[in-house]
């Protein structure tokens, strides 16, 4: 399907040689235009919002190994300040048995790193400018009007159409990436949780020592990453109590988490909380007619296991590839191409992240035996721990 886009005249003429259309200038979409270039591949982005407004994005982003080597060869690596995971602890309240990953195993400096999202995103805004990439800035794409009357109905197939309304400038592509966004109802699988996502950061009495929690309660799982000096938290709790769980003031709300966290460190501040509703979303088939979904626009995470973002950014890595080696971007056997390389990877993170929900929100006891025993394998089975740790880190594949 074509896609169409409102906005203010564009600075330039549009040019025939850009090959790719990207929606959405998040990171993603930035990401995807970056490694495009690497590939010689010209895109062009196309964001709804203002430029400066994509920067002020409050989240902190959880990162693999394998997303910093990603982010390395995109060649912004280098301008963030990344705090390493050296250790995940994985446990359940009230039930034995734990296990702990570790970096020092697999010969690798971290398991993954933690940082701001407005830093990364300033950071990659940066290098798509240095890189001389167009980015368009307050242009909203949807549907697209009726093809010019006259044009060969092999070119209408073979282009898909961005149009302006004011100054009349149509700019035609091979192929359009949807990098933002999310999945919409109707155009994939869909399931709530019926959970929120409470966020914040906290003060610790002492040091975390670059180790990262994974404790799963029957109230839901709760994450600590380390942030600097803090942790930063993902405390889930059902839709009912979330917005009271948020409102909560300070004091209240570090002893309902030392509550489910437990005591193996010891909270003393707490920053403002916001919550947001999780689900799962995602689009069986990530590709069409000269179109392709990647990101959230192609599937959005419960954010146990922190996947989300680590999952798009091999999505970007695989179809950078597979357009850089192209003719033609937007190729039926190059999108196929494409959809079979993510296949597995994509279905593996989603399986993986939606069975932790299911597997650990029972509180039956004879099912928390079963879990104990569980993470007491991963923790006695070092090639079992590596396993879990490679694909975690690199995906399906265990790229590289």
Not at 173 to 200: I, K, N, S, W
Not at 287 to 299: D, I, K, S, T
Not at 345 to 362: K, M, P, Q, V
């Amino acid at each position: 399907m074509p896609v169409a886009a409102e906005t203010a005249p564009p600075k330039e003429s549009p040019n025939n040689s850009r090959q790719v259309a990207i929606v959405g200038g998040g990171p993603t979409g930035m990401a995807l235009a970056l490694a495009l270039k690497l590939h010689g591949v010209a895109a062009e982005v196309f964001e709804a919002r203002e430029r400066a407004a994509v920067r002020r994005d409050a989240r902190v982003l959880a990162l693999s190994d394998g997303a910093r080597q990603i982010l390395e060869w995109l060649g912004v690596w280098s301008r963030l300040s990344a705090t390493p995971i050296e250790t995940i602890h994985i446990s359940q309240r009230g039930g034995f048995g734990r296990s702990c990953l570790r970096a020092a195993e697999l010969d690798m400096r971290a398991l993954g790193w933690v940082l701001a999202a407005g830093e990364l995103i300033a950071a990659l805004d940066a290098a798509v400018s240095a890189a001389g990439i167009v980015y368009r800035e307050n242009t909203r794409v949807g549907a697209a009007p009726p093809c010019v009357p006259g044009t060969p109905l092999a070119r209408r197939e073979a282009e898909s159409r961005v149009c302006r309304d004011r100054g009349q400038v149509t700019a035609e592509f091979p192929l359009t990436a949807f990098a933002e966004g999310a999945v919409e109802p109707g155009a994939g699988q869909m399931r709530d949780y019926g959970q929120h996502a409470v966020l914040c950061t906290v003060t610790l009495a002492e040091s975390h020592h670059n180790v990262a929690f994974e404790r799963f309660t029957s109230e839901g799982p709760v994450a600590l990453l380390p942030y600097g000096e803090r942790y930063a938290v993902v405390l889930t709790c059902a839709d009912t109590v979330a917005a009271e769980v948020a409102a909560l003031d300070e004091a209240a709300f570090l002893a309902l988490l030392q509550r489910r966290f437990g005591s193996r460190q010891r909270f003393i501040a707490a920053s403002p909380r916001v919550a947001y509703p999780l689900g799962l979303r995602y689009r069986p088939n990530p590709v069409g007619a000269r179109q392709v979904w990647l990101g959230n626009a192609a599937q959005t995470l419960h954010p146990v296991a922190g996947q989300g973002f680590n999952l798009a950014l091999r999505d970007v890595w695989e179809l950078a590839q597979q357009v850089g080696a192209a003719a033609d971007p937007g190729a039926p056997q190059v999108l196929a191409a494409y959809a079979r390389g993510r296949r597995a990877d994509r279905r593996g993170a989603i399986g993986f992240t939606d069975l932790l929900i299911d597997g650990f929100a029972s509180d039956f006891a004879p099912l928390r035996q079963v879990r104990g025993a569980g993470l007491l394998a991963l923790d006695l089975l070092p090639p079992l721990r590596a396993f879990v740790a490679k694909r975690m880190i690199y995906g399906a594949r265990a790229w590289p």
